[in-house]
Each structure stands twice: as C-alpha cells, then as structure tokens.
C-alpha cells in the first residue's frame, strides 16, 4: 500500500468517512451482487478488471466483480479472493488502484474472504516500484503543500492522530503506549518486553549516565522519557504537540513521583530550548518533514553539550518515495518516511557526525503484528467507540503496515551520531550487546510464522 | 590539512618534488637565517605571519621568520615552534597556508622542531570549516575534471599511488600488507591483530558461508581476498587495477595453495561480471569519484544474488569537503572522500537496503599512528629508495592523516547493505559481538597517548 507517488491537492477529509456502516459485515461466506451479470456490458468489466491487476504487478488475487465474474492475473493461481460489492468503488479502482481499493475496503464495498493479510502481503511481493520513482535520489523529490509541517499545520497534522482518545490506543498498544517499533532482542519476547527491550537498547546506545540531562522530541505518551529517568536516573526535558498525550504523560510521572525529574512540555521541536547531554527522539521524525531537517539539525546543534550524544529512530525509506496516499489522508497526515541520504539533511548542516545506523525493518514487521492481533481482540471496543468505517480503516492500516514493513516497503532507522569534534565515544559497539544471553540468527521465518498463522 | 576546497586545475606533478634536498636535515636544533633582520621590511614580515595564523584559526604556534623574528597568535602561549628557512616558501604561505606549509615542509625550506604530530594537531583543532562550504550538502559540490576518474583516468590515478614498489610499503604496512583501517577490537592488540580483526570484522557482518562466491572490488595485495578463503571456505574473485598490487597477490595465493578458490583480475570495477552471494569493498571508493556512485550501484545490483550481503568500507566525511589540495596533488590523485548522504548515491537507486553503518574514524586514527612510527622507523630504507623530498613527503601524508581523524575532519564509514526484497539478514547485530572476551569503554585516551607518547 505504499507505492503511490502523487498526493493531489484536495479537502482535508476530518472525520473517518460518511458512508453509513455496511448492512452486512465480512462473514466466511461472501453473497457478491449477482447484478451486471455477464454479455458485452460483463466482458467489458472483465476486461477493466484485468487491467487493474495489471497495474499492481499482476499478483495471484481472484477478483469477484459486482456483476458476479471471476477474474484474476494470467498464469497466477490465486492465493485469495476480493470481493467487490458496488459498481462506483469498481469504476474507481481504475484510477488510483491501490487508493480506491482501501476506500472500498474501509466504507465496506469491498471485502476480503478470510485473512485480512494475504491480499496486502502478495500486492506489496508483486508491485514494483513506479518507474517515474526509481532513479530520483539524486533529483530529490516533489512535496506536497497539503498537510505542510508549518507550526500550527503540525499541530494539525499530530491532532487528527494522536488526539483520538488515549483509551483508544490503550486497546492495542502495550501498557507502556509506546507507539513505535519495538526490538525483539529475544525472538520470544512479548510485545511488552520487547518495547522495554527497545527503550534500553536506545538508552545504551546514548549512554545515558545518572544526572545527565535529556531532551526528547516527540515523547508520545511520555514512556520512553520515564524510562530514562527512573531506570537510568537521568533528567528529562521531552517535547510533544498533542495535548491528550502531555496530559496522560504528566499524569504518570505524577503518580510516579518522577515529576521533579521529568517534564513534560506541549511544544513544538523548534521551540526546543535548554541544553543537555543526550538528544533523543523515536518516531517524530516521520511528522517533521523533509524540507524541516536543516532546521531540526540546527535546533539539536543548539542544545546539544560538546559531548553530547544523539539518536533518532525513524521509519525510513531504501528510495525516495511519497507516502502511499490513502495512509497520508487518512491516518498520517503530512507524514513522510525518509530515505538515509535525505535524513542526513539533519546533519551534514552542522558537523555532526554520524556514528551508527541500525535499520530494524523486521522488528517493526513484528511489533505491527502484535498490535494487529490486540486489535482484533479487542474490535468490539473500538467499534464502541467509532464507527464502523473506522473500525475497518484502522484494521487495513495496521495489516497493510505489517506487509509493507515485510516486503521493504518501509525501513526502520535507528541513527546515532555525536558533534564532529567530540572523541567522547565508544570504542566499539560491543556495549551495545553485553550482559545480554540473546538467541542468534535469523529468526525472521519463525517469528513470521508464530505471529501470523 | 583537510579544510582546502577548490582544486585549481593545473598539469600533473608525476615526481616527488624538483626541488634538490635542502642542504641541512632536521635536527634538534634549528638555526633559522637571520638574513632579513629587523627594521621596517622585518615589521612587515611579522604582519603577514600574524595574518597567515589568523587564516587557519589562530592556533598555539611559534612561526620563525627566515629573517629569524619569532611570531605567535595573539593570546595563545605556543605549543611548538615552526621555522621557516626560505623566504620564497614565506611568501607564498599568504596565498595557501596549509599547501604551502606541505610544501616547504616536503623540500626543507621550512621545519618543525620537535614532534611533526603537534603543529599538525593544533592546526586541526583550530581550523574552523570554511564557511564557503558550510552548508553545502544540499547543492553538492563542485567537481575537480583533473585526475577525474574515468576507465583510463582511473588507472593513472591508481598507479600512481599504488605502483611506488611493494618494498617499499611492506616498511611500514602489516605483514599482510593491509592499507586500509584497522580494527582494535581489543585496544591491546598490535598492527597486525587488528587488521586480522578488521577482517574478521568485514566477513561476520558479511555472514560468509563456506562454498559461497564473492567478488571484492579494489582488493589491495589481496590480503583480505586470501583471509575469506581461507578463513571462511569462499571463493573470491577479486578486482584491482594496480598491476603491482595484483601481480603480488597472484604470487601469494600460489605460494598459499588458494589460487584454485581466489582469482585475482586486473579490471576495473566498472568491467565486474558474474554473480556473488557478497559484494565486499574495502578502502576502494575514495578512488571511485562521487559522480560515478550510480554506476558502482548499478553494477552491484547486476552482480548480487537476490540474498546476498554487500559491505562498503571508506573514508568519509561528515560535510561536503573536497580533498585537502596538497593530498590530493601529491598523494591521492582523483581522490574523494564522500558524506553518507553522497555514499547513498550507490544505494538509493536500486533498491538496496543500508542495514548497518559503523563509523570506525578514532581507529583509522590509531592505524596510521602504527603505520607512522613503523615509517619512522624504517625511514633510513625509505631514503634509500627515494629522495629526500619523498621521505618528507610521506611523513607528512602519515603525519597530518592522524590529525584528521583525531580531529573529525575524516571519518571512516563501514556500510553494510542487501537487496531490499531480502529478509534474510541477521536478527540483531550481536552476532558481530559474540564469542568474544573484549575490553569495553572508550578507551580512545588510553591508545592516542599509548601510541603517541
């Protein structure tokens, strides 16, 4: 689902979309309308349909039309069936194949028999990078005005995700609400050990000593911040624009008693003002905008000590490539995950020197599927909360993440870097992984069986 | 020695310096020539010394006029002394200080008293980025077409660094004859280890199995060739354009019985064929020029295995900076060393995934304090093979390189990528870490006086 590379201009579309929930619900058993039927009018669908397959790489998907035909890409025994229900979402499909096919999906004129995952995950092994993308490293890339990362389009942009109700995010995120990847340090870890497991690797990496000062970016529900201070004994100035989240975050530290060491601040990363040891922030970077970079390299060259340490941990691209357009509209608006060259924009301005990048795709891939799974169990909450186009919207965003995060659609970078004159580094990364009695190899094929039977 | 931007276009200097050896070498004590003296012309001269210091920093150093007047930057008590016998050199200091400091170092007419190492530290450390290529990054850099790296350019670039005489570097290299960073693993360990651990260090990442085919580019006197194949069972064929370099790893691999398992092809990167299961690259794309990065992408795109591994090993840069002009003159012709951003260049447009960066700058740093007190050492079989010019000449390359890795001004890059579509990469990096017993901490205090008492 991440393959598109225009956003056109358009409205902001605010609420979760106004089609009335779908008289029936996805059941084993799918009735397509049998109206259109076949002769000429048939044929001709048929033949749109192909075409549409044709599109996205041809991939082995048996597509149920409205009138009642099956179709699906020469030569490819279909691994699943789609079924869609309504002539307008088909006619659609035509235009913007992968867009359409999610707005189908989430308004319920378009069904998936069984898994969810199987359909997303053979579209992202199929679909090949759009020819118009490939080679633009060099050239940079087109930006889109919408959604545009100013100071108040930000907040904008953090409101409409973030600010949908902590209780929301409590259904299927970890006790911790850390809403970024986790790191499965362990193959058997639970999702819960896992972003505790994520926490210290980035806590060893910064080297984080007692007393020291921390500033943070972006600090979601504030876990990671008092992580550091209570298990490190550090002291914490971290940053966020949505208010539920600086209010839940407060909270906790309250009920801590970690409020005289961490606090929490509802601003902007530009405003960031202070100095300190460690600069740290995990998952913002997606919100700051390309174009942003040179600024937020010169905010960290601000505040950051001589020999200072810093860290970013972001979802990255392998190419520049335009957010898929249905996730930019509808769950992350003015998001942009950024390919290694252009995240150096943030550091080659000002001397900083990077010391290490880590990419964590496939952690990303599992942590995704922990959160799909809690989700799923916990559906009957979310559909008493939102509607049911909701409901289906978020479903496909997170199982379309996981197949994106699977075929390297998306990356995970973790950087680490120090200011250029500073030798105050490690020796080597061997720090980085004592203490530890850590399984070995490649387990990906095991965890993506466990995880997603 | 490394802040120097434009190269002026000018003919090729092929031989180590016109100038005769001066008549006196360096000794502990200097007697400057007190022609000159005092008197208005000698007030004169202390202006333009005074003005050459503030031009690189105002650094702590005591200049000796050839008309024997001591200058020092004001306000900074001085921690060596520079005497500059020629008031020829004097003059043209003006007009580029650190080049022509090289250069009246290189042929006598100016000297150090002393440690060389001190003035070169104090230098680095003062020296600020010229503000010209400050920010840069985001417009590239201006690109030299003398010594530009064509098929043919190339091999005049090479030759002319590589083909000096194989005596003549087993003076000072390891007994492998490894040019490239070591890496300390243990910070006790010798030259020798170290480039052992170097290699070890290149294989784990690239998770060689026995049987498996791999192509390295630029491979030196094939010692890293000859380590995969013996150490870990692959077969390697290897790249070089140095016929010096490969005539003498022919002759290794036969003397070790591995000529059936490594090929040694005296080629170009450009002219690799075949597939591999790794692509590894230590030391070679400081030759490789920026503007061909697409090229060496592309031909590792066409020669990796759909899971394969590939490992880049450079010096590079935190900003955009040409090579210092003197290095790149009289060292290094058509030499570049790239930022990330620009190292993405080979990346970005193919579809691979940068999985692993490890900067290794303060062992580069360490390497060359080995390579410089071996050189020192042997200096009297190296004045036996070339003139006096070329002796100095060297010491200096050696000198001034410690100093820019000890100061930031290089850095040295190990990039670890794969095919982005590959899931078969390690789970985490401890695998590079495991089964061994190391020291930790930054320890970089210890060795940098250790090693340079």
């Known amino acids: 689902m991440n393959a598109k590379q225009s956003v ?46 044709r599109q996205i790489g041809s991939p082995p998907l048996e597509l149920i039309l409205p009138g009642g035909q099956s179709v699906t890409a020469n030569g490819t025994p279909p691994q699943c069936r789609i079924v869609i229900r309504d002539r307008g979402i088909y006619w659609r499909l035509l235009l913007d194949p992968l867009y359409h096919f999610a707005e189908g999906y989430a ?77 499965y340090r362990e193959p058997s870890m639970t999702l819960e050990q896992a972003q505790v497991a994520k926490m210290d690797h980035v806590c060893r990496k910064l080297q984080l000593q007692p007393g020291e000062q921390v500033i943070e970016a972006g600090c979601g529900w504030g876990g990671l911040a008092l992580h550091m201070a209570r298990q490190y004994g550090v002291h914490v100035r971290a940053y966020n ?44 970077l ?23 340490r810093g860290l970013i941990h972001t979802i990255g691209r392998n190419y520049p490539l335009q957010l898929d357009r249905w996730i930019e509209r509808k769950i992350f608006p003015g998001a942009a995950p950024p390919t290694l060259s252009e995240m150096m924009g943030i550091f080659e301005g000002q001397d900083f020197s990077v010391l290490d990048v880590e990419n964590l795709r496939l952690h990303y891939a599992v942590t995704l599927m922990d959160w799909f799974n809690r989700y799923e169990q ?76």
């Not at 009920?255 to 040891?277: A, K």
């Not at 919207?393 to 997170?398: A, F, H, K, M």
């Not at 973790?414 to 009695?437: E, L």
């Open 107 to 183: 308004s319920g004129r378009i069904d998936v028999e069984g898994d969810l995952l199987t359909p997303l995950r053979v579209v992202n092994e199929y679909m090949s990078i759009p020819s118009a993308d490939r080679p633009r490293w060099f050239r940079g890339r087109p930006r889109s005005r919408r959604n545009a990362n100013t100071l108040s389009g930000s907040r904008e942009n953090i409101h409409r995700h973030y600010d949908l109700g902590n209780a929301f995010y409590r259904l299927w995120l970890d006790e911790r609400m850390l809403y970024t990847c986790a790191y």
């Open 378 to 453: 916990n559906v009957d909450a979310v559909r008493e909360m939102f509607d049911e186009n909701f409901v289906r919207t978020w479903r496909l965003y997170l199982a379309s993440s996981i197949a994106a995060f699977e075929y390297g659609w998306l990356q995970l970078f973790q950087v680490v870097f120090a200011p250029g004159a500073s030798n105050n580094n490690p020796w080597t990364r061997d720090y980085q992984y004592r203490d530890d009695d850590v399984p070995r190899g490649a387990v990906w094929e095991r965890l993506r069986h466990e995880r997603t039977r």
């Open 8 to 53: 056109p201009s358009g409205p902001h579309q605010r609420n979760w979309g106004a089609a009335t929930p779908p008289a029936n619900r996805i059941g084993p058993s799918l009735e397509p309308d049998r109206n259109g039927g076949d002769g000429p009018a048939g044929t001709f669908d048929v033949a749109i349909a192909r075409r549409v397959l």
């Open 241 to 284: 624009i949505s208010a539920e989240q600086v209010r839940y975050a407060r909270e906790l530290a309250r009920q801590e008693g970690l409020d005289d060491r961490v606090e929490f601040v509802e601003d902007d990363w530009r405003n960031i003002t202070g100095t300190c040891d460690a600069f740290v922030s995990v998952g913002m």
């Open 286 to 308: 997606e919100h700051v905008g390309i174009e942003n970079y040179p600024a937020l390299g010169e905010t960290i060259h601000r505040v950051l000590a001589p020999n200072g």
